[in-house]
């Protein structure tokens, strides 16, 4: 599913807002962390005189980023999810999640939970392609590269521990900090895309720049 994140000549429609979820599960070491993308068609501020109307895109925004306790609970999520879709305004609502290794329980669990949304389970794989519901770390984070330079997205200074993993993240994983909310902020970004397939990057390529480019959204 694609979202056309440019400039659209259409009129601006009540309830256009979707929200966006990347749920990212740590293990032993890792923590598990959720993101809420919330998607929204705003005026742009131009007017299309051609045709006498105003201009609209649409603008992702950081809803909410949740870093949780190592060793918490996978069972508990589900009543983090349900809670938080509860107090969702009325609106589409997808939810991504990694399905591989300990997703696969847990997306189970989902599923029978009956949870007000879309739900989406995907596999992250080596490599640089996404084909399907397989996507890789690098498409991934590629696809969130190219939406921050292009200024679609916007963060909030307040998610200070979100802007930390940005500026240290890599592409490969190799990197000695946690990317965990990375991972989920680039799993909730993924329906949102702008291009069919991310553009690849080198393997030591960092994502810092992301961040000093973006047009807004950044200290």
């Known amino acids: 599913m694609s979202l056309n994140l440019g400039p659209s000549r259409q009129p601006l429609r009540p309830h256009r807002t979707h929200y966006y979820l990347g749920l990212d599960l740590g293990q032993r070491r890792d923590h598990s962390a959720l993101v809420v993308l919330e998607s929204k068609l705003e005026l742009t501020g131009e007017f299309d ?104 997205l916007h963060l909030s200074p307040k998610h200070t521990d979100l802007l930390t993993e940005l500026r240290t993240v890599q592409i490969d994983g190799h990197q000695s900090q946690h990317d965990d909310l990375v991972m989920a902020l680039a799993l909730a970004a993924w ?20 961040i000093r480019n973006s047009p807004r959204g950044y200290p």
């Not at 983090?80 to 290794?101: C, H, M, N, T």
């Open 49 to 152: 005189h051609a045709h006498f109307i105003h201009l609209t895109e649409t603008r992702l925004r950081v809803h909410h980023a949740e870093r949780f306790p190592l060793g918490f609970k996978y069972i508990s999520l589900i009543s983090i999810l349900r809670d938080l879709f509860d107090r969702l305004p009325p609106s589409e609502k997808v939810l991504l999640i990694d399905a591989a290794g300990p997703g696969a329980p847990l997306t189970e669990l989902i599923v029978r939970s009956d949870l007000d949304a879309e739900f989406i389970p995907v596999t992250i794989t080596p490599g640089s392609d996404a084909h399907g519901r397989n996507i890789s770390r690098r498409a991934l984070l590629s696809n969130l590269r190219i939406l921050l330079e292009a200024g679609f």
């Open 191 to 210: 329906p949102a895309r702008t291009l069919p397939d991310s553009e690849s990057t080198g393997g030591k390529r960092n994502i810092s720049r992301s």
